[in-house]
């Protein structure tokens, strides 16, 4: 039988994971119940764990790949969020577009690197039993 690979995430990283949650959730919860101070303080610290999660695990391009999507995630949700808050979300942009909708960019980026990870990077990848019926 084949020696399956694992992926361990270490203790320290994993309480860095869960409390990136937290700030996330609290930047919601904050953002639902128009909470600006709260909701714009709580942008910086779940963007800037997002981007150290997907800095330390670099050297794994699925990892790399879903974190990095998180961070556009995060940054379109913030964005988006920061629009409602100035009150420019429903402002036109550019003919039918508004402000909100710019949050489409780095949302779409996310995507885009999803895209490339799942039907480039992975099929070709042999060590990926997600996709090769291992």
Known sequence: MPEVEHYNIPLRYRKMENLHIVFWLLKDISWCIVWKPL???M????LIIAIVI???????????AHNIAIVFWISANSYWMISEFAGIDTKIFYGAFTYKHL?????A????IL?????WW???DKKLSLLNNQ
């Open 43 to 46: 942008i910086f610290p779940t």
């Open 109 to 112: 980026i996310g995507i885009c």
């Open 103 to 107: 949050a489409v960019i780095p949302f």
């Open 122 to 124: 992975a099929p070709r």
């Open 54 to 64: 997907a800095f330390r695990n670099r050297k794994y391009v699925s990892e790399t």
């Open 39 to 41: 909701g714009i303080l």
């Open 115 to 119: 895209s490339w990870f799942y039907l």
